[in-house]
C-alpha cells in the first residue's frame, strides 16, 4: 500500500507511479478488450395453435436475453401454401411448423430441399447448462424419439427435415355426471369394458339417446360431440391409409383396395345413422358451448385436447375422465418443426428446437398443455406414468395415454394425404346431411380423388 505523506518526494513518486499505472492499463487494454454481450438474435417462427407455448418461450428467452423470439400463427392449411410460396421466393422464417397429413408432401420429390438437413447442424455450447452437449446433429438424438414419429420428418432421400413435436395420442374423454344420469357406469375402467369395438360404442350411444328426454333431443344433444370424428380414429388404427409403402419415395396409391378406408367409413357412417351425434363441429363456438352445457357425453380427444377442454369449459373441471378408445391405440394430429433452407438464423434456430423438443422440455409441456410427447425415452419415466389431472376426475392420462400410443403400428403419409383427407370428409358431410346415400356419396369421394392423379 502506498503511503502518502506531505513531503515532496513521496508526491513526485505517487505522480510517477500514477503514470506508470496509466501506462500499463493503455497497454492492457490494447490486448484484452471488455466481454461483448452476444448480437441479438431475432428467431421467426411460423406456427398454428399451441405449437409453440408461451411459457417454454420466455424460460428460453430469459436463459438467452439475446434471443427474440416471434411466433406468427396461422391455421393449418394457409400456412401450408405460405410455407409453398416461400419455398420458391424465399422468406423471414427461421423455423415452420407443419402437421404431419403434410408431411408426406414435403417430404416427396426435391421438396426437401425447401428445409435445412438437420443431420447436417451441430448443436452448438449454448444450452450446455440445459444438459444439451454441444455437437449433437439430429442422428445424435433420433434415438429419444418415437421411431414411427421421427420418420415423419424425414425425407425420401434420407434428410432430416423436421423433429416431431408431439403424437396426438387419442383416448375419450367422457362426462361422469351425464353417463350417471343415463344409467351408464362412471368408472373409467368399466367404461372402458362397455366398448371394445366400434360396434359396442355406438350401441352404448344408442342406449345413451334412448335416456334423453325429448326436449334434449330436440335441442339436440348426443352422445359424441361429432360422430364424423370416428373416420380418422378408425383409419390411424389399421397400418396403412391412401398409400401403402412399396419401396419408392411416392409410395402406391391404395384409396381404392385398402379394407381400412372402407371400414372407416362403414363405421362413421353407422354412427350418422343412429343418431348418436350431437353433430357440432370440432372447434365451432357452438362446440365451444355445447361444452357447457353438455351438449355431449363424450370427445374423441387426442392429448392435447384436453387443455382446449379446460380453457373453453372451465366450470366442467372434476366432470369428465379419460376412458380407452375403442379397437386399440389410437392417434390425431401430431407437428414437426423444421428449419427452412433461407433461414438466416440457422444455428440458433437448431439450438432452440434441439432444446425446445428435448424429453425434459416435452414433459414440462404435456403437464402443462397436454401435447403428449414423442421422445419415447419418457415413456418408461414415473414422471409421466404417473401423472394425473385432476380436472379430469385425476385420470391418470400419463399412463392412459401412453398404452394407447404404444399399440399405434406406422402409417406411410403419402404426397396428397390431407386433400384426400378433405374429400372423405365432405363426403361424409354429405350423407349427415342426408344430401347423398352413403353408397352414391362413397363413388363420389373416389371420382375426386381420381381427379387429383389426372392434373
Same mark, same amino acid.
Given at each position: 500500500?502506498?503511503?502518502?505523506?506531505?513531503?515532496?518526494?513521496?508526491? +513526485?513518486?505517487?505522480?510517477?507511479?500514477?503514470?506508470?499505472?496509466?501506462?500499463?492499463?493503455?497497454?492492457?487494454?490494447?490486448?484484452?478488450?471488455? *466481454?461483448?454481450?452476444?448480437?441479438?438474435?431475432?428467431?421467426?417462427?411460423?406456427?398454428?395453435?399451441?405449437?409453440?407455448?408461451?411459457?417454454?418461450?420466455?424460460?428460453?428467452?430469459?436463459?438467452?436475453?439475446?434471443?427474440?423470439?416471434?411466433?406468427? +400463427?396461422?391455421?393449418?392449411?394457409?400456412?401450408?401454401? +405460405?410455407? &409453398?410460396?416461400?419455398?420458391?421466393?424465399?422468406?423471414?422464417?427461421?423455423?415452420?411448423?407443419?402437421?404431419?397429413?403434410?408431411?408426406?408432401?414435403?417430404?416427396?420429390?426435391?421438396?426437401?430441399?425447401?428445409?435445412?438437413?438437420?443431420?447436417?447442424?451441430?448443436?452448438?455450447?449454448?444450452?450446455?447448462?440445459?444438459?444439451?452437449?454441444?455437437?449433437?446433429?439430429?442422428?445424435?438424438?433420433? +434415438?429419444?424419439?418415437?421411431? =414411427?414419429?421421427?420418420?415423419?420428418?424425414?425425407?425420401?432421400?434420407?434428410? &432430416?427435415?423436421?423433429?416431431?413435436?408431439?403424437?396426438?395420442?387419442?383416448? &375419450?374423454?367422457?362426462?361422469? $355426471?351425464?353417463?350417471?344420469?343415463?344409467?351408464?357406469?362412471? $368408472?373409467?375402467?368399466?367404461?372402458?369394458?362397455?366398448?371394445?369395438? =366400434?360396434?359396442?360404442?355406438?350401441?352404448?350411444?344408442?342406449? /345413451?339417446?334412448?335416456?334423453?328426454?325429448?326436449?334434449?333431443?330436440?335441442?339436440?344433444?348426443?352422445?359424441?360431440?361429432?360422430?364424423?370424428?370416428?373416420?380418422?380414429?378408425?383409419?390411424?388404427?389399421?397400418? *396403412?391409409?391412401?398409400?401403402?409403402?412399396?419401396?419408392?419415395?411416392?409410395?402406391?396409391?391404395?384409396?381404392?383396395?385398402?379394407?381400412?378406408?372402407?371400414?372407416?367409413?362403414?363405421?362413421?357412417?353407422?354412427?350418422?345413422? !343412429?343418431?348418436?351425434?350431437?353433430?357440432?363441429?370440432?372447434?365451432?363456438?357452438? =362446440?365451444?358451448?355445447?361444452?357447457?352445457?353438455?351438449?355431449?357425453?363424450?370427445?374423441?380427444?387426442?392429448?392435447?385436447?384436453?387443455?382446449?377442454?379446460?380453457?373453453? !369449459?372451465?366450470?366442467?373441471?372434476?366432470?369428465?375422465?379419460? *376412458?380407452?378408445?375403442?379397437?386399440?391405440?389410437?392417434?390425431?394430429?401430431?407437428?414437426?418443426?423444421?428449419?427452412?433452407? /433461407?433461414?438466416?438464423?440457422?444455428?440458433?434456430?437448431?439450438?432452440?428446437?434441439?432444446?425446445?423438443?428435448?424429453?425434459?422440455?416435452?414433459?414440462?409441456?404435456?403437464?402443462?398443455?397436454?401435447?403428449?410427447?414423442?421422445?419415447?425415452?419418457?415413456?418408461?419415466?414415473?414422471?409421466?406414468?404417473?401423472?394425473? $389431472?385432476?380436472?379430469?376426475?385425476?385420470?391418470?392420462?400419463?399412463?392412459?395415454?401412453?398404452?394407447?400410443?404404444?399399440?399405434?403400428?406406422?402409417?406411410?403419409?403419402?404426397?396428397?394425404?390431407?386433400?384426400?383427407?378433405?374429400?372423405?370428409?365432405?363426403?361424409?358431410?354429405?350423407? !349427415?346431411?342426408?344430401?347423398?346415400?352413403?353408397?352414391?356419396?362413397?363413388?363420389? &369421394?373416389?371420382? $375426386?380423388?381420381?381427379?387429383?392423379?389426372?392434373?
Amino acid at each position: 500500500m502506498l503511503r502518502t505523506t506531505s513531503t515532496g518526494l513521496n508526491r +513526485k513518486n505517487s505522480k510517477s507511479l500514477i503514470g506508470i499505472s496509466a501506462a500499463l492499463i493503455l497497454i492492457v487494454s490494447s490486448f484484452v478488450q471488455p *466481454a461483448r454481450a452476444a448480437d441479438p438474435i431475432t428467431l421467426t417462427i411460423w406456427t398454428f395453435g399451441e405449437v409453440i407455448q408461451p411459457g417454454l418461450q420466455r424460460e428460453y428467452q430469459k436463459l438467452h436475453p439475446e434471443v427474440k423470439i416471434i411466433p406468427i +400463427k396461422n391455421d393449418v392449411d394457409p400456412l401450408h401454401q +405460405k410455407t &409453398v410460396l416461400s419455398c420458391q421466393t424465399g422468406g423471414p422464417a427461421d423455423i415452420i411448423a407443419f402437421e404431419v397429413p403434410y408431411s408426406g408432401y414435403w417430404r416427396t420429390g426435391n421438396r426437401p430441399n425447401c428445409f435445412q438437413d438437420l443431420r447436417q447442424m451441430k448443436t452448438s455450447d449454448t444450452n450446455a447448462a440445459a444438459g444439451i452437449a454441444a455437437g449433437l446433429s439430429a442422428t445424435d438424438i433420433k +434415438k429419444n424419439y418415437l421411431p =414411427w414419429r421421427w420418420e415423419q420428418g424425414v425425407a425420401f432421400n434420407d434428410s &432430416v427435415i423436421g423433429i416431431p413435436t408431439d403424437v396426438g395420442g387419442l383416448q &375419450v374423454a367422457y362426462r361422469v $355426471d351425464l353417463f350417471k344420469k343415463a344409467g351408464l357406469p362412471t $368408472d373409467r375402467t368399466q367404461v372402458s369394458k362397455l366398448w371394445p369395438t =366400434w360396434e359396442k360404442f355406438i350401441a352404448v350411444g344408442k342406449k /345413451y339417446v334412448a335416456k334423453l328426454s325429448a326436449a334434449e333431443k330436440k335441442s339436440g344433444k348426443g352422445f359424441i360431440d361429432d360422430a364424423g370424428s370416428i373416420y380418422s380414429a378408425v383409419m390411424n388404427q389399421g397400418t *396403412a391409409k391412401y398409400y401403402q409403402a412399396d419401396g419408392t419415395d411416392a409410395g402406391k396409391l391404395v384409396y381404392k383396395t385398402n379394407p381400412q378406408i372402407k371400414k372407416a367409413w362403414n363405421t362413421t357412417v353407422s354412427a350418422l345413422n !343412429a343418431g348418436i351425434g350431437a353433430r357440432l363441429g370440432q372447434f365451432t363456438s357452438d =362446440w365451444n358451448i355445447g361444452m357447457n352445457k353438455g351438449a355431449m357425453a363424450t370427445i374423441l380427444s387426442p392429448a392435447w385436447m384436453l387443455d382446449y377442454i379446460k380453457k373453453q !369449459a372451465p366450470e366442467t373441471r372434476g366432470k369428465w375422465d379419460i *376412458a380407452n378408445l375403442p379397437g386399440g391405440g389410437g392417434n390425431k394430429g401430431g407437428t414437426e418443426l423444421g428449419i427452412p433452407s /433461407y433461414s438466416k438464423n440457422k444455428q440458433a434456430a437448431f439450438d432452440f428446437l434441439t432444446w425446445y423438443l428435448a424429453p425434459e422440455q416435452q414433459l414440462k409441456v404435456f403437464k402443462t398443455y397436454g401435447l403428449f410427447p414423442s421422445t419415447s425415452v419418457l415413456y418408461n419415466d414415473p414422471e409421466l406414468l404417473n401423472y394425473k $389431472d385432476e380436472f379430469f376426475n385425476n385420470a391418470p392420462v400419463g399412463q392412459i395415454y401412453t398404452q394407447g400410443v404404444l399399440k399405434l403400428k406406422p402409417i406411410f403419409e403419402g404426397e396428397l394425404e390431407r386433400k384426400i383427407d378433405t374429400l372423405f370428409g365432405a363426403g361424409l358431410g354429405r350423407v !349427415a346431411s342426408k344430401k347423398m346415400t352413403p353408397e352414391k356419396s362413397y363413388a363420389l &369421394v373416389i371420382s $375426386d380423388v381420381d381427379k387429383l392423379f389426372k392434373n
